[in-house]
């Protein structure tokens, strides 16, 4: 009990520990999931278009079938990713990276307006 009271390292980790959750709130705003949203459509269709002009009459391997197969979800809900105004914007970190690699993109410009 008394290094409780006579070392201020324990409040002030406290402190420190609420600053950080203080300053992690702040920081981190609810802007980042529309610009992946937006993001992960573009580079899709991006990706979709290239495709296509090069081979007219193959399938897609960028339609949102495919996509949606290869991330292990239904294609309704990779849509619901790609959709800005859809309340369920809640791609995993798992799923990013294997789009970033899909679409030959870093994770950094998935964040880029």
Do not use: W
């Not at 290239?50 to 339609?63: G, I, L, R, V």
């Not at 949606?68 to 809640?90: F, P, Q, W």
């Amino acid at each position: 009990m008394r290094k409780f009271k006579r070392s201020g390292d324990v409040v002030m980790q406290v402190k420190r520990a609420f600053e950080l959750f203080e300053l992690v709130e702040k920081k981190t705003s609810k802007d980042y999931k529309p610009i992946i949203c937006l993001n992960m459509r573009k580079f899709r269709k991006e990706k979709y278009m290239e495709f296509k002009a090069k081979h007219k009459d193959d399938e897609n391997p960028y339609s949102v079938d495919n996509i949606s197969a290869l991330l292990g979800i239904s294609k309704v809900h990779y849509k619901r990713l790609e959709n800005v105004n859809d309340k369920c914007k809640y791609i995993n970190l798992d799923k990013l990276i294997i789009l970033s690699i899909i679409y030959d993109k870093s994770l950094d410009e998935f964040l880029k307006k």
